[in-house]
């Protein structure tokens, strides 16, 4: 939790600062004289930036976030696993093979994610409904992503492949999207997806051993 707030908390706060000023130079809102639309025009500006700043902090967040505390995380859905299952098998590796195995799953993921966003980004260069599609599919995307996202870490440890990790969170049909939809909003939330990152490793990890995705 200390790693996720001093990562979440360096992005949100050099972001802020960045868009305020930003903004400020846009409206010139420092200037004598102004208008009360221009003062009107600089508040819709950062309610709206701010907006666009829980995105961008959620988006480097779930990507760097997850790459820096892959093995802390790993570490955590272990404990999970063996609480559940009371067998230690899977806790056998060494250290720096656990955080080689851990990145990597990381990686795969990373690139899934970013390959889908780009095609979000290109929809909304569709004519009239672009951006009502990029934004509904994101959505749905980010359910299931969030899903596989926290589902992964005993698949990981099982040396699946990444389609086969795809095809098993499939497998949840609506459990998974519920989880991940869950998943995705509090972890859009900021501060509240500090603490509640490792809390849906452990959720994760939970749902894959008792509903059936093992299987």
């Keep these: 939790m200390i790693i996720n707030l001093i990562i979440y908390g360096s992005i949100f706060v050099f972001s802020y600062k960045w868009l305020t000023g930003l903004i400020s130079r846009i409206t010139a809102v420092n200037d004598p004289g102004l208008s009360v639309f221009s003062d009107f025009i600089h508040v ?6 701010f907006i666009l700043l829980l995105l961008v902090c959620y988006l480097v967040f779930t990507v760097f976030g997850g790459l820096v505390t892959a093995p802390f995380n790993e570490n955590l859905s272990q404990l999970v696993e063996y609480i559940k ?3 230690k098998s899977g806790n056998e590796m060494s250290f720096w093979k656990d955080f080689y195995i851990s990145i990597i799953g990381e ?9 889908f966003l780009f095609l979000f980004f290109l929809m909304n260069f569709i004519p009239v409904a672009g951006e009502v599609l990029s934004f509904s599919c994101w959505i749905i995307f980010s359910s299931f992503f969030n899903a596989l996202d926290f589902l992964d870490y005993p698949m990981t440890r099982k040396a699946m492949k990444f389609r086969d990790k795809l095809r098993v969170t499939r497998s949840g049909k609506w459990l998974t999207y519920g ?11 900021p501060v509240v997806n500090v603490f509640m990152k490792p809390i849906l490793v452990v959720a994760g990890t939970s749902l894959y051993f008792e509903r ?3 299987k």
Aim: net charge positive; hydrophobic share 55%; glycine share 10%.
């Design 212 to 214: 059936g995705y093992k």
């Design 44 to 49: 819709v500006l950062l309610i709206f930036g």
């Design 85 to 87: 299952t009371n067998d």
């Design 179 to 189: 989880f991940g939809l869950c998943s995705f909003l509090l972890m859009f939330l």
């Design 107 to 115: 990686v795969q993921k990373t690139l899934f994610h970013l390959l």
